[in-house]
């Protein structure tokens, strides 16, 4: 195929259109990528380590002069736990606060033991060995926090 | 200028190929290269997090390694090992007359049981190696200091990450132990409470209703701790008695998470036999 002379002009226009819109097709596909895959790590990131530091904070929290949420979720099978209020109170404020969330739930290696809200989250895990009050037969559990 | 259009619109093709292809080269290889760095990222996180998580719980297990340690050493009357003493169901005897045996060094013998403790959980940590160290226990003014220390460094490994830490750690926790064996101390070694009781019983009365009644006057508190005595045996011979006491001193202020084939918390209870009186009839 042999283009005539006339022709010469519109291609070159032609070339120059094409050019410039593959360019910019290229700068947004590049911005829009990148700026989406930043964000989604940062996502991650952000909501992996808010669990766990929110979990951690929790850990720390001060229930009374020698207590702590630690104690009473790891000593919970022996303090009374599932029949004392004061302790579910506590353990729902603090992690209202840190989780920033009314629906989450405390799971060990059996089941929910703690709940809160009409709600079955999934969205943010995090989970941390605990050291228990002596027992020849176990020492250690994985206790789970769960929030959306 | 008649062939520039094949060549142009070829160039087009090609430079245009080039372009998307690069663009979305970058989306894939960007991509990949993101997850494989948020992996990472979540990596380090989840070491510094679980390093930390361990930390507090390093705390924790010692606490409960104290509890159960000093729960069964003060149960044996203050003894780790009970081998060469006199006792009775794992209790040994103070004073056998005008002979005592009180653990000069109880606080060594707790601490000894309460490093055996800890390191089962030690033993136990997964994911984070926690180090071989010594636990030391002191009296201080303002309570009992517990002390683990080592050496060795707190590890936790992965393929993208190693970590270490300063696995030492202390608790002062409230001195009712140093309370307990001093009061007793005082009591039943320092002074010899039982033959006081039964001498003064016996210028009255020598009966075994008497020498009883005189032995419960020792039952007391004292700053948070309670003395109870139970007494197994009196015997009398006109103007001498003898009697054997089991004496339980416990801290009636503080319970403990313990073992005792069944977890839950406790007062700690000191135990120990004496045996004392006038004339040794028992």
């Given at each position: 195929m042999v283009l005539g002379k006339g022709f010469a002009p519109l291609t070159l226009l032609l070339i120059g259109v094409i050019f410039t819109i593959a360019l910019i097709l290229l700068v947004v596909v590049f911005v829009f990528t990148f700026r989406y895959h930043v964000v989604s790590n940062l996502q991650l990131i952000y909501n992996y380590n808010n669990a766990e530091l929110a979990f951690l904070t929790f850990m720390r929290s001060k229930f009374d002069t020698t207590s702590t949420g630690y104690d009473i979720l790891a000593a919970r099978k022996i303090n009374g736990f599932d029949g004392n209020d004061r302790m579910k109170l506590f353990v729902e404020e603090k992690l209202n606060m840190t989780t920033l969330s009314n629906c989450y739930k405390l799971v060990d290696s059996r089941s929910t033991f703690f709940k809160v809200g009409n709600c079955d989250p999934t969205e943010n895990v995090a989970s941390f060995m605990f050291f228990i009050p002596y027992n020849p037969d176990s020492l250690i559990e994985e206790i789970t926090l769960v929030y959306d | 200028?008649?062939?520039?259009?094949?060549?142009?619109?070829?160039?087009?093709?090609?430079?245009?190929?080039?372009?998307?292809?690069?663009?979305?080269?970058?989306?894939?290889?960007?991509?990949?290269?993101?997850?494989?760095?948020?992996?990472?990222?979540?990596?380090?996180?989840?070491?510094?997090?679980?390093?930390?998580?361990?930390?507090?719980?390093?705390?924790?297990?010692?606490?409960?390694?104290?509890?159960?340690?000093?729960?069964?050493?003060?149960?044996?009357?203050?003894?780790d090992d009970l081998s060469t003493l006199r006792k009775?169901?794992?209790?040994?005897?103070?004073?056998?007359?005008?002979?005592?045996?009180?653990?000069?060094?109880?606080?060594?013998?707790?601490?000894?049981?309460?490093?055996?403790?800890?390191?089962?959980?030690?033993?136990?940590?997964?994911?984070?190696?926690?180090?071989?160290?010594?636990?030391?226990?002191?009296?201080?003014?303002?309570?009992?200091?517990?002390?683990?220390?080592?050496?060795?460094?707190?590890?936790?490994?992965?393929?993208?990450?190693?970590?270490?830490?300063?696995?030492?750690?202390?608790?002062?926790?409230?001195?009712?132990?140093?309370?307990?064996?001093?009061?007793?101390?005082?009591?039943?070694?320092?002074?010899?409470?039982?033959?006081?009781?039964?001498?003064?019983?016996?210028?009255?009365?020598?009966?075994?209703?008497?020498?009883?009644?005189?032995?419960?006057?020792?039952?007391q508190t004292y700053d948070g701790i309670e003395i109870q005595l139970d007494v197994k045996n009196i015997i009398t011979d006109g103007m001498d008695g003898a009697a054997l006491v089991l004496v339980i001193v416990r801290d009636k202020e503080n319970e403990y998470p313990v073992y005792d084939y069944l977890s839950h918390y406790t007062n700690l209870e000191l135990r120990f036999y004496v045996l004392s009186g006038t004339k040794q009839l028992i």
């Amino acid at each position: 195929m042999v283009l005539g002379k006339g022709f010469a002009p519109l291609t070159l226009l032609l070339i120059g259109v094409i050019f410039t819109i593959a360019l910019i097709l290229l700068v947004v596909v590049f911005v829009f990528t990148f700026r989406y895959h930043v964000v989604s790590n940062l996502q991650l990131i952000y909501n992996y380590n808010n669990a766990e530091l929110a979990f951690l904070t929790f850990m720390r929290s001060k229930f009374d002069t020698t207590s702590t949420g630690y104690d009473i979720l790891a000593a919970r099978k022996i303090n009374g736990f599932d029949g004392n209020d004061r302790m579910k109170l506590f353990v729902e404020e603090k992690l209202n606060m840190t989780t920033l969330s009314n629906c989450y739930k405390l799971v060990d290696s059996r089941s929910t033991f703690f709940k809160v809200g009409n709600c079955d989250p999934t969205e943010n895990v995090a989970s941390f060995m605990f050291f228990i009050p002596y027992n020849p037969d176990s020492l250690i559990e994985e206790i789970t926090l769960v929030y959306d | 200028m008649k062939g520039i259009g094949p060549i142009a619109l070829a160039i087009i093709v090609v430079v245009v190929g080039l372009l998307l292809s690069g663009a979305f080269f970058n989306m894939f290889i960007g991509t990949t290269v993101i997850i494989r760095e948020t992996i990472k990222e979540k990596t380090v996180l989840n070491a510094v997090n679980k390093m930390e998580s361990i930390k507090i719980g390093v705390e924790h297990a010692l606490y409960y390694s104290f509890s159960q340690g000093a729960y069964e050493v003060l149960l044996t009357g203050g003894y780790d090992d009970l081998s060469t003493l006199r006792k009775e169901d794992d209790t040994p005897y103070w004073r056998v007359y005008d002979k005592t045996y009180y653990p000069a060094d109880y606080l060594e013998n707790i601490a000894s049981r309460v490093d055996s403790i800890f390191e089962e959980y030690r033993k136990a940590s997964v994911d984070v190696f926690i180090p071989d160290g010594e636990i030391e226990m002191t009296h201080i003014p303002n309570g009992l200091l517990i002390n683990f220390h080592s050496t060795g460094l707190l590890k936790y490994e992965t393929e993208f990450v190693r970590l270490y830490d300063n696995p030492n750690t202390t608790l002062i926790l409230k001195d009712s132990i140093k309370t307990m064996f001093e009061r007793s101390r005082e009591m039943f070694i320092d002074q010899d409470s039982i033959r006081d009781k039964i001498v003064e019983a016996c210028q009255v009365a020598c009966t075994v209703e008497n020498i009883r009644q005189e032995l419960k006057s020792l039952e007391q508190t004292y700053d948070g701790i309670e003395i109870q005595l139970d007494v197994k045996n009196i015997i009398t011979d006109g103007m001498d008695g003898a009697a054997l006491v089991l004496v339980i001193v416990r801290d009636k202020e503080n319970e403990y998470p313990v073992y005792d084939y069944l977890s839950h918390y406790t007062n700690l209870e000191l135990r120990f036999y004496v045996l004392s009186g006038t004339k040794q009839l028992i």
